[in-house]
């Protein structure tokens, strides 16, 4: 028998809800909750397959009630009930991470609908996950909260590491071009919230790329498909409501996405609205680096991984990155990792790391 806990603090909606699962379902046991310490109490000491919040309306206490939740019983599905308008349940149903949601009023079948849907995806959650699975949906769950805490340099790390993952463990070449696509896919569905012209976008990145099997066999190749992806998801939440972001990191997210084009320092004292003295005091606060030296750090980890993973010439490499003389950036890198470019790549080579086309 299924077990659902159903919390509302209006006493007459939670027993309206209860009333419509007891008519529209078999052998299911309802569980009630008028408050969020009476459902966290029931969560831990009975087994529950579906958790309906009603919530009139999105405040501070309300998403801690369900982040609270996902931490208790990360397993259990969550549908949310609520009368709130559309825009404002969406964007707080989007950062928390729920995919179901239903606005009030809604008709008792699509109540059961959903509840039938959730109760069957969780029946079929096998016991035991391929390992190339648990390892897609560790990555996956890690990007999309980064992308929900609006972090796009956390977005890019757990991409790359994610394909240094997959491209070092497995052997077959389809098993990863079928693991990599199959990622990619999972970034569309990110872009649920933000409108048809993102999905069209990256739909046509996904389909592009889903048809470049050259491309699929090389991780470099790969990484470029899915940052342009975690491009667009970020110009998408940049110009949308959903990006309730303090000010340092989105002048963060701007400076990471825009490495590889020589931003100077005026220009992103530009784009945060500051003159450049008072920029550069900012900048050093925020991030214990200076303007140089963060921008420096983050063009010479871009150009380790082209180094170990593409067979681009040295000098391309420095073009790549907006260094105008390749001397200097041979001379950036050495100072930052000890070594010159070539000799980095030579290691890598004797290492065995280099995967650019397996």
């Given at each position: ?6 919390l ?41 397959d ?12 309300r ?16 549908l ?27 008709r008792?079948?699509?109540?059961i ?7 069957g ?6 016991a ?10 560790h ?29 070092r ?14 990622f ?12 048809q ?11 592009h790329?889903?048809?470049r ?7 470099y190749?790969?990484?470029?498909t899915?940052?342009?992806m ?6 998408s ?14 002048i963060?997210n ?28 900012f ?9 140089i ?10 150009a380790?991984q ?7 010439p ?25 070594v ?5 790549r ?13």
């Amino acid at each position: 028998m299924k077990q659902i806990l159903v919390l509302s603090d209006n006493d007459l909606e939670r027993h309206v809800t209860e009333k419509i699962l007891l008519s529209g379902l078999d052998e299911v046991k309802i569980l009630s909750a008028a408050g969020t310490e009476q459902a966290l109490d029931i969560l831990k000491r009975e087994k529950t397959d579906l958790f309906i919040a009603d919530i009139p309306k999105f405040n501070l206490a309300r998403c801690n009630m369900i982040s609270s939740v996902q931490k208790l019983v990360p397993e259990t599905p969550i549908l949310v009930l609520s009368s709130g308008e559309q825009e404002h349940v969406s964007q707080n149903i989007w950062r928390l991470g729920i995919r179901d949601y239903l606005l009030k009023p809604c008709r008792p079948t699509w109540i059961i609908a959903a509840v039938k849907s959730l109760l069957g995806k969780s029946a079929q959650r096998p016991a035991e996950e391929q390992p190339e699975e648990k390892r897609k949906e560790h990555y996956a769950n890690s990007l999309a909260g980064y992308l929900r805490s609006f972090q796009y340099k956390k977005c890019i790390q757990t991409t790359r590491e994610y394909l240094d993952v997959l491209y070092r463990d497995e052997d077959n070449i389809e098993t990863i071009r079928s693991e990599v696509v199959d990622f990619a896919a999972g970034m569309v569905e990110l872009s649920a919230p933000f409108g048809q012209p993102t999905q069209w976008k990256l739909s046509n990145c996904l389909e592009h790329f889903r048809i470049r099997f050259d491309r699929q066999g090389r991780k470099y190749e790969s990484y470029l498909t899915l940052e342009k992806m975690l491009d667009i998801l970020f110009e998408s939440l940049e110009g949308s409501n959903f990006y309730e972001v303090e000010s340092g990191q989105k002048i963060l997210n701007y400076i990471d996405r825009n490495l590889r084009k020589g931003l100077s320092l005026d220009d992103a004292a530009e784009y945060a609205n500051m003159s450049s003295c008072y920029f550069s005091k900012f900048f050093k606060k925020m991030t214990g680096q200076n303007y140089i030296a963060y921008i420096t750090d983050g063009k010479v980890e871009l150009a380790k991984q082209m180094l170990l993973d593409t067979d681009l010439p040295v000098i391309n490499i420095s073009y790549e990155l907006s260094y105008g003389e390749t001397n200097y950036f041979s001379k950036a890198f050495k100072r930052k990792v000890g070594v010159t470019p070539t000799e980095f790549r030579e290691s890598g080579k004797r290492a065995g790391v280099q995967s650019s086309v397996r």
